[in-house]
């Protein structure tokens, strides 16, 4: 069982940024890759980066390529996801997510989620 909490969402003007965290509770933290997806209102749930337990491999949205970038902290169960020049169309719940196979990208493919964090970026 691994318990997922996500925080540093905001408000941010366009061309910011932001970091997103997502603790993770459980000593298997390591074993698991994790994800990050985003949901805007009334869309679908969008893969946004995943991210090997090791740290070795990971995988971005075709929308979200060269701006942002996810990485972890196995010591610290930690997963991170650095937002740069931020578009207003970045606005969403972000979620993060962990799943006990290798890094996916469709959201089937993970086991347990977070609650969810806001980011909203202005114009």
């Known amino acids: 069982q691994v318990q997922l909490v996500e925080s540093g969402g905001g408000l941010v003007q366009a061309g910011g940024s932001l970091r997103l965290s997502c603790a993770a509770s459980?000593?298997?933290?390591?074993?698991?890759?994790m994800g990050w997806f985003r949901q805007a209102p009334g869309k679908d749930r969008e893969f946004v980066a995943s991210?090997?337990?090791?740290?070795?491999?990971?995988y971005y949205g075709d929308s979200v390529k060269g701006r942002f970038t996810i990485s972890r902290d196995n010591a610290k169960n930690t997963v991170y996801l650095q937002m740069n020049s931020l578009k207003p169309e970045d606005t969403a719940v972000y979620y993060c997510?962990?799943?006990?196979?290798?890094?996916?990208?469709?959201?089937?493919?993970?086991?347990?989620w977070g609650q969810g964090t806001q980011v909203t970026v202005s114009s």
């Open positions: 991210i090997s337990w090791s740290g070795s491999v990971s």
């Open positions: 997510a962990a799943d006990r196979g290798p890094p996916g990208v469709l959201s089937y493919e993970y086991d347990y």
């Open positions: 459980g000593r298997t933290f390591s074993s698991y890759a």
